[in-house]
């Protein structure tokens, strides 16, 4: 029984379209991230949400926009893909925020040709 | 902005040696550090965490160590197993802030 669940694991897609990842836990958390990890291997907080309300918001470009529909759920909505976008992306879950272990997914590796 | 840092990308040893793995940190804020580990195609999993009013945490065959004056940790695994083949990353994070923040990771290889 996954904890932290993200769809799809590949996603390969072309420039300039639109494309969402969808998360879910099921651990009853309620804080909930997005990570990137880049080239160089770096894992870099993207959002955080805490009960459906955005707490970290980090200088990533506004094409990038998640959605919680309620606490067990944040999904990442990317517009306009750009071959820089090419990346894995995390998602996470934490009891509460501050100090506190993160619960990740699998990780969503998406490719912009 | 590379808080957290780890110097070596890669680690290998014996197996039943022991492995030690640095990480380096520069917000004095930090006061909660954790090292997780990730195998290919996974997303990274908690092995060991430790407070800042700690200098050593144990569990089974892993310690983390830190130092606060050198803004040092490490994470020590005794004896080591093929199985803790993995990339293992180091974080920190502050109590009231939701931004963790993570090294590059360090690819460790136990050879049998």
């Known amino acids: 029984d996954t904890a932290v669940s993200q769809t799809p694991k590949y996603l390969v897609t072309q420039m300039g379209n639109d494309k969402s990842i969808k998360c879910e836990q099921n651990?009853?958390?309620?804080?909930m991230y997005w990570y990137k990890q880049d080239s160089k291997k770096f894992l870099k907080i993207m959002f955080s949400y805490n009960n459906k309300e955005l707490i970290i918001n980090e200088t990533v470009p506004n094409r990038f926009s998640p959605k919680s529909p309620d606490k067990a759920h944040l999904n990442l909505h990317i517009n306009s893909l750009e071959l820089g976008d090419s990346a894995v992306y995390f998602c996470a879950s934490s009891l509460r925020t501050g100090g506190e272990v993160l619960f990740f997914g699998s990780g969503t590796q998406l490719s912009v040709l | 902005d590379q808080q957290v840092k780890q110097n070596s990308p890669s680690l290998s040893v014996q197996e039943g040696r022991i492995s030690i793995l640095n990480c380096d940190y520069t917000?004095?804020?930090?006061?909660?550090f954790l090292w997780y580990k990730k195998y290919p195609a996974e997303g990274p999993t908690f092995l060991i965490s430790i407070s800042s009013i700690k200098d050593k945490n144990e569990d089974g065959r892993f310690t983390v160590f830190l130092n606060k004056s050198a803004k040092h940790l490490s994470l020590h695994i005794v004896p080591s197993q093929p199985g803790d083949s993995a990339v293992y990353f180091c974080a920190a994070s502050a109590t009231n802030n939701n931004d963790m923040r993570f090294g590059a990771g360090t690819r460790l290889t136990v050879k049998p």
């Open positions: 651990l009853g958390h309620d804080t």
């Open positions: 917000n004095s804020m930090f006061d909660y």
